[in-house]
């Protein structure tokens, strides 16, 4: 059975909706970016935002952790309205947040282990040290990487630091995990282990997550809803199946990698141009 949140009235906003947009819409100048969006996140599940590059998913995603405030609409964590909030406030709010964002690199003057600790000497006086130590081995064990606390980010590949990212996203216990593209610039090995460890830290630590990607493999994998995003709206929503088979023209030929006809007519002209470009056959070599 497919299941499919499509056609609902309004964002569900009893106990089971932990983040909730309201009609949120973003502008930047005359490019609107979302428009009226209305998403209530489920606890303890989760969720993969998806679509092309530029639809605006980062975007978003940012407005969950008030990275970003509205244009217009609204945003609320466990019904606390959290857009309107001060900086104070917000820092407080987002101690219930991971974040793994697009370049949310690590420190590199920072060994692996002072990576981990940052987030919590920003907001706990740490006075017992071999706790502290304890803590950052039992995060850096969740994502297979005890033992390399004393590495420079340097020393580590692209995957590790991914994971180390990982292990100091997870530092305060968040409730609320948000990855950015976590796959993205990562061969399929090392992808499908990130996937694995999203889905290992939501089942051992029950947080809900927030993944916004445009790799299907990893969707697909992942995801108990799949949102995709189309024109600042959400055009489909719902399980794997559902969007597999959904018969918007935009999610079919975002799922299957098409472009649509309007980058073809570019690229057909772009082809003649370049095939002007080469020698004829006779001539090579
Ligand atoms: N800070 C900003 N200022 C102006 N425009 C922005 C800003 N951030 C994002 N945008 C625009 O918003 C749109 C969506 O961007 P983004 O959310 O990053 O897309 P993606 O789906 O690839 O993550 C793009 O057109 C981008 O240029
Ligand atoms: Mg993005």
């Given at each position: 059975?497919?299941?499919?949140?499509?056609?609902?009235?309004?964002?569900?906003?009893?106990?089971?909706g932990v983040m909730t947009l309201k009609r949120l819409t973003k502008k930047f100048g005359d490019n609107v970016v979302l428009d009226g969006i209305d998403?209530?996140?489920?606890?303890?599940?989760?969720?993969?935002?998806?679509?092309?590059?530029?639809?605006?998913?980062?975007?978003?995603?940012?407005?969950?952790?008030?990275?970003?405030?509205p244009s217009s609409g609204e945003v609320y964590f466990k019904n606390r309205r959290i857009d309107n909030l001060s900086v104070d406030e917000l820092n407080?709010?987002?101690?219930?947040?991971?974040?793994?964002?697009?370049?949310?690199?690590?420190?590199?003057?920072?060994?692996?282990?002072?990576?981990?600790?940052?987030?919590?000497?920003?907001?706990?006086?740490?006075?017992?040290?071999?706790?502290?130590?304890?803590?950052?081995?039992?995060?850096?064990?969740?994502?297979?990487?005890?033992?390399?606390?004393?590495?420079?980010?340097?020393?580590?590949?692209?995957?590790?630091?991914?994971?180390?990212?990982?292990?100091?996203?997870?530092?305060?216990?968040?409730?609320?995990?948000?990855?950015?593209?976590?796959?993205?610039?990562?061969?399929?090995?090392?992808?499908?282990?990130?996937?694995?460890?999203?889905?290992?830290?939501?089942?051992?630590?029950?947080?809900?997550?927030?993944?916004?990607?445009?790799?299907?493999?990893?969707?697909?994998?992942?995801?108990?809803?799949?949102?995709?995003?189309?024109?600042?709206?959400?055009?489909?929503?719902?399980?794997?199946?559902?969007?597999?088979?959904?018969?918007?023209?935009?999610?079919?030929?975002?799922?299957?990698?098409?472009?649509?006809?309007?980058?073809?007519?570019?690229?057909?002209?772009?082809?003649?141009?370049?095939?002007?470009?080469?020698?004829?056959?006779?001539?090579e070599e």
């Amino acid at each position: 059975m497919e299941k499919t949140n499509e056609n609902k009235q309004s964002p569900d906003t009893s106990a089971n909706g932990v983040m909730t947009l309201k009609r949120l819409t973003k502008k930047f100048g005359d490019n609107v970016v979302l428009d009226g969006i209305d998403l209530a996140i489920d606890k303890g599940k989760t969720t993969v935002v998806i679509g092309p590059s530029g639809c605006g998913k980062t975007v978003l995603i940012k407005h969950l952790v008030a990275l970003l405030r509205p244009s217009s609409g609204e945003v609320y964590f466990k019904n606390r309205r959290i857009d309107n909030l001060s900086v104070d406030e917000l820092n407080k709010v987002r101690m219930h947040f991971g974040f793994l964002f697009q370049g949310g690199a690590l420190f590199d003057s920072f060994n692996v282990s002072e990576n981990i600790m940052f987030p919590i000497k920003q907001h706990y006086k740490i006075t017992d040290w071999a706790q502290a130590d304890e803590l950052v081995k039992a995060k850096l064990a969740m994502v297979g990487l005890d033992g390399y606390q004393h590495f420079y980010p340097a020393k580590l590949s692209g995957g590790q630091r991914k994971r180390v990212a990982l292990a100091r996203a997870i530092a305060l216990n968040p409730e609320i995990i948000l990855y950015d593209e976590p796959t993205t610039g990562l061969d399929p090995i090392r992808a499908d282990v990130i996937n694995e460890l999203i889905l290992k830290l939501q089942r051992e630590l029950s947080v809900t997550t927030v993944v916004v990607t445009h790799d299907m493999t990893s969707a697909y994998k992942i995801a108990d809803r799949i949102i995709m995003l189309h024109n600042g709206k959400i055009i489909a929503d719902g399980d794997a199946d559902h969007i597999r088979n959904h018969p918007h023209p935009s999610v079919q030929q975002f799922i299957n990698g098409q472009v649509n006809e309007d980058d073809l007519a570019v690229l057909r002209a772009s082809t003649t141009f370049s095939q002007a470009q080469f020698l004829p056959r006779d001539f090579e070599e």
